[in-house]
């Protein structure tokens, strides 16, 4: 379950601007993805390969997590608004410029 940082600030604000129902919540996107996906995308957007290793995967591994957000989806009605690829292209764009600040190669 990825999020995009301003996403988080802002759903704990809303958690802080009004009358808490509930004394805990989660929040996130609400969507669960692969390391595969966010492996995919960070190519495109970088338009670089990575090298992926397949090992083999234990038998107490787990194999899927994502919150369940809806607690404050319910008593606030709000959810993340950026969107997993466009949260990592803000992302690097945002690295990228420091980079070119720093004046680093």
Request: glycine share 8%; charged share 30%; aromatic share 10%.
């Given at each position: ?97 420091e980079?070119a600040?720093?004046?680093i190669?």
């Amino acid at each position: 379950d990825y999020v995009y940082v301003k996403d988080v600030t802002g759903m704990v604000s809303e958690v802080f601007d009004r009358d808490n129902i509930q004394p805990l919540y989660n929040i996130g996107s609400g969507k669960g993805t692969s390391l595969n996906e966010i492996i995919s995308i960070a190519e495109e957007i970088t338009q670089k390969r990575i090298e992926r290793e397949v090992n083999e995967v234990p038998s107490t591994y787990l194999k899927y997590v994502m919150l369940d957000t809806s607690r404050f989806t319910d008593d606030f009605g709000t959810f993340p608004s950026v969107g997993l690829e466009d949260g990592m292209r803000r992302t690097y764009k945002y690295i990228q410029d420091e980079i070119a600040k720093a004046g680093i190669r």
